[in-house]
């Protein structure tokens, strides 16, 4: 019986191993089917990988071209730049030029102020005027007026009166500031009577075209009355000062050799040379001025504001300083709040100025900047603060081309508009980089499939162990 059931043990130990044996085998043949399947995965996976090798080749090519366009505009944007710069300038000139001819307002050609007729009290305007208005051209021929009627011009003193003409040809007139008892003008020198019309607006939607400046004879001059004429028995002299610019010409055409400053004497103002334009003249140069005086002996209070306005004198061979108030040839006792008073207050002057003065520039003053109440006057208080606390502003009448956006009075520039050259700005030349080549193609090769690999090694292995757990 004992030799029966080892009999069988072996029996049974051999059937199984070759089960096993069998089943590796079986797993054997599904490793190599499993290797079969992964060739075609594995051949589509090549396919894909030599698509992207030539993509990336196309890629490479097309990535050139962009960096290559990229770098060519890059250089261009400099050349570029440089054309917008000097065209960005020459629009300036442009505008400047368009803007001035429409602020051209004034007298443009023809018209001159004469004596009217022996037998009336009027002046005349000669011949035909053309002039502007708010930047529309009109004109007009012959037309007369009479001298505004308010008070009169004492004996042996001068008065002066602003000739404007409106927009239907109508002339009117508006006299000098009174500077005289009971309101008449009794100025010393015709300068002082014209340099007066700068405290009087000028008429709205007027343009001056001359002006007339009367000394009168031992009776006073007595408008309407007596006839603006050198034959009237009232007028001792007679000058008309016709107009022959519009206004925005007058100005200086050539920077000041020195800026307005203090005198050698601290009492006094100093000017370098000054080259000007006054109602369409160009003087002869005034040569500089190292000790001006004022010319009023005006005053500013305590802890007030005032300045004068530097102009050209009536001769064109000298200077005048007009106090702020606009009035010559007396004393102005200035009391302005503000530094900003003051230029707003000398802008008005200036734009009220008969043409036949031309400004250089200006000086404002603020009085007691410390403690000391002494009353600053012009000519006799040091401009060095040695005799009273003040502070002192000077400033030049601007030379140049003109520009619109400096019209204030401190920066104003009178000169010619100009005309901007040909463009020496070199063009951007056309792209020459070539157009870059489209980029790879949508990818052709397939996805590679799943290589339906079975776990084989693991069956593999668990029927080795059966084998060798077998006795």
Do not use: C
């Not at 085998?25 to 399947?37: K, P, Q, S, W």
């Not at 505008?95 to 004034?106: C, S």
């Not at 463009?423 to 056309?430: D, F, K, R, S, W």
């Not at 397939?446 to 080795?464: E, M, Q, Y």
């Amino acid at each position: 019986m004992a030799g029966t059931t080892i009999s069988v043990k072996r029996q049974w130990g051999i059937s199984s191993t070759l089960n096993a044996i069998r089943a590796f085998y079986t797993e054997h043949n599904d490793v190599i089917t499993d290797l079969e399947t992964l060739r075609a995965p594995l051949a589509q996976s090549n396919i894909l990988i030599e698509e992207l090798h030539d993509d990336h080749a196309i890629q490479k090519t097309h990535s050139d071209a962009v960096e290559l366009l990229i770098e060519e505009l890059h250089d261009d944007s400099g050349t570029t730049a440089t054309w917008d710069t000097e065209v960005d300038g020459d629009f300036d000139l442009i505008n400047n030029l368009l803007f001035k001819e429409f602020q051209r307002d004034g007298v443009i050609s023809g018209g001159n102020i004469v004596g009217g007729s022996v037998t009336t009290s009027k002046i005349k305007l000669g011949g035909t005027v053309n002039f502007r208005i708010g930047g529309v051209a009109y004109s007009a021929t012959d037309v007369e007026a009479v001298l505004i009627s308010t008070d009169d011009i004492t004996q042996a003193k001068y008065g002066a009166w602003r000739v404007m003409i409106d927009k239907k040809g109508v002339l009117s007139t508006q006299r000098a500031t009174a500077n005289g008892s009971s309101g008449v003008m009794a100025f010393t020198a015709e300068e002082d009577a014209l340099l007066s019309l700068a405290q009087v607006a000028r008429t709205a939607n007027t343009v001056d075209v001359g002006y007339v400046a009367i000394l009168a004879a031992s009776g006073g001059f007595t408008p309407q009355t007596d006839l603006p004429i050198i034959g009237d028995a009232q007028v001792d002299g007679i000058n008309y000062y016709s107009v022959t610019q519009p206004a925005i010409d007058n100005g200086l055409t050539a920077a000041l050799s020195a800026s307005v400053a203090i005198g050698i004497t601290a009492t006094k103002y100093s000017v370098g040379t000054i080259d000007a334009r006054t109602n369409g003249k160009e003087p002869t140069q005034i040569g500089a001025s190292t000790d001006v005086t004022f010319d009023d002996a005006d005053t500013i209070a305590d802890t007030q504001f005032g300045g004068w306005l530097i102009l050209t004198n009536l001769a064109g061979t000298g200077l005048y300083s007009l106090a702020s108030d606009g009035i010559a040839d007396a004393v102005s006792a200035m009391t302005h709040a503000s530094d900003a008073a003051v230029v707003t207050q000398l802008d008005i002057i200036r734009l009220a100025l008969p043409l036949v003065f031309t400004e250089v520039g200006h000086i404002r003053i603020q009085n007691a900047v410390g403690a000391d109440p002494t009353t600053f006057t012009a000519a006799t208080t040091a401009l060095d603060g040695s005799e009273a606390d003040i502070s002192v502003i000077y400033v030049d009448r601007l030379s140049g081309n003109f520009d619109r956006t400096s019209l204030t009075l401190a920066l104003a520039q009178s000169g010619v508009e100009v005309i901007p050259s040909a463009i020496a700005a070199p063009l951007t030349p056309g792209v020459g980089s070539s157009k870059p080549a489209s980029g790879p193609d949508t990818l052709n090769a397939g996805k590679p499939t799943s290589s339906g690999v079975n776990a084989a090694s693991d069956l593999i292995a668990s029927s080795i162990s059966t084998i060798e757990s077998q006795d």
